[in-house]
């Protein structure tokens, strides 16, 4: 349900608009569920006010399966979920546990659920999973020749010296996991990143990443190299750590569908935490 507000309205009076048969209680657990939004903006403030012209919606209630993953779209081909930060993405040789990859499986069962990409273990957001080889297929091939839109939020360290640009360069990994750049192209794989600054503070900085290509640790290596690593990535040479999490999320995810040929277009508003370093 969407509401284009008249005039200026505290948020209860533009609900009870919206919906005038719900309680003050029903209006106030949609709040507190993160379910209303503000030209596309997530309302978690009782005493917001929604100005004239502004788009008031209430979202369907959050489809939560274990560990914090959440239902963002499905279909019959494929599930879009947000990952929280801290859980794997699928199990590998060197890193066990739960992982998302399991619980999807746990939850769809007895359909096949299929990986087609993968998120750090510490980074959240968006991804996307497949109901069938088909579908999987022209998922990963559209990751091949980068015909799909990701973008990223992540606070770096300190304030960047130019507000939006590119960073490419080629990067290989060790035997120990640790992914490096390097000058030669045929030793490493392209990996390109645009950046553009969205907010600035004295040690910090909150900045948008499209990725052009998707290697491994990508975002967190070129931000490394840039000298302004992201927060909390000790691994690649962060000196803070304040929200004791990876300051990276996952928050957009565009394509289109490999099977209905529709336009899905996702995204996973920038986490709560985040701004207790860069306020809103």
């Keep these: 349900m969407k509401l284009t507000c008249q005039t200026n309205l505290p948020i209860f009076e533009a609900l009870a608009l919206l919906s ?10 949609w709040i507190k569920e993160g379910r209303i939004e503000v030209d596309g903006i997530v309302v978690k403030n009782n005493h917001f006010e929604v100005l004239e012209g502004q788009v008031i919606s209430l979202n369907q209630r959050k489809k939560i399966v274990g560990s914090g993953i959440q239902i963002l779209y499905e279909d019959a081909d494929l599930a879009i979920i947000y990952k929280p930060s801290g859980l794997l993405s699928v199990a590998t040789a060197f890193e066990k546990g739960e992982t998302t990859h399991a619980l999807l499986k746990a939850h769809y ?10 998120l750090d273990q510490d980074t959240s957001g968006v991804m996307v999973f497949a109901f069938n080889e088909k579908t999987c297929n022209g998922l990963k091939d559209l990751f091949e020749v980068h015909d799909i839109s990701r973008s990223y939020t992540a606070i770096v360290e300190g304030q960047l010296l130019s507000p939006s640009g590119t960073w490419k360069s080629y990067l290989y990994e060790d035997s120990q996991y640790f992914v490096h750049e390097t000058e030669d192209e045929t030793y490493g794989r392209l990996a390109i990143t645009h950046y553009r600054t969205l907010k600035t503070l004295k040690k910090y900085s909150l900045v948008e990443l499209t990725l052009e290509t998707g290697r491994k640790n990508q975002i967190r290596v070129h931000c490394q190299s840039a000298g302004h690593p992201v927060v909390g990535d000790k691994k690649y040479g962060a000196h803070t750590n304040p929200l004791k999490r990876l300051c990276l999320h996952a928050h957009l995810l565009a394509f289109k569908h490999p099977i209905s040929r529709k336009i899905i277009r996702i995204e996973s508003p920038i986490p709560e935490e985040f701004y207790r370093l860069i306020p809103k």
């Design 20 to 29: 005038p048969q719900s309680s003050k209680n029903t209006l106030r657990s």
């Design 109 to 118: 069962k007895p359909r096949k659920v299929f990986v087609v990409h993968r």
